[in-house]
């Protein structure tokens, strides 16, 4: 992913997350504005791209949003009851939905020719998972097995 697609898609996941933090308290609110907001992405994806808007796969990429909305929504239903957890489930929730929106975006507008993959839980299972492994790939201390490994002191007797 080019780095200026990389900075865009922060810089609207966090606007995402901000929305969804403060508009938590009213239900249904923040997936009112959250939805123009992942709409305007794809947009500005399509453009950076120099992609027409008529070849963006508009109706996966609808699936993606709605029923992600659909989701955060039910979310914000059952975490949203818990004073500090709703807050922070909601922002979470906002900022992986516009995360895999944005990466099935990017891999539809790469190869315009082929047609768009399939929406499905595997293919957000898939790119669940890969961002996980790449996130946590570069964070990995070599040693730690090593320091995992030693015995424990045993306590002295007194």
């Given at each position: ?14 606007v ?7 508009t ?6 923040d ?48 975490l ?17 939905l ?40 570069p ?20």
């Amino acid at each position: 992913m080019e780095p200026k697609i990389r900075r865009m898609i922060n810089k609207y996941s966090a606007v995402a997350a901000v929305t969804s933090f403060v508009t938590q308290p009213i239900p249904g609110a923040d997936e009112l504005i959250v939805v123009p907001i992942h709409y305007h992405l794809s947009v500005s994806m399509a453009r950076h791209r120099g992609a027409s808007l008529l070849a963006v796969p508009w109706i996966p990429v609808s699936k993606i949003i709605w029923g992600g909305a659909g989701v955060r929504l039910f979310a914000n239903f059952t975490l949203g009851l818990v004073p500090v957890a709703g807050l922070f489930s909601n922002a979470i929730t906002a900022v992986a939905l516009t995360e895999l929106l944005a990466r099935y975006l990017d891999g539809a507008l790469r190869a315009p020719a082929s047609p768009p993959p399939a929406v499905s839980l595997k293919t957000i299972k898939d790119a669940l998972e890969s961002s996980l492994r790449a996130w946590r790939a570069p964070r990995r201390w070599p040693g730690i097995r090593r320091v995992l490994r030693r015995a424990a002191p045993a306590p002295a007797s007194a």
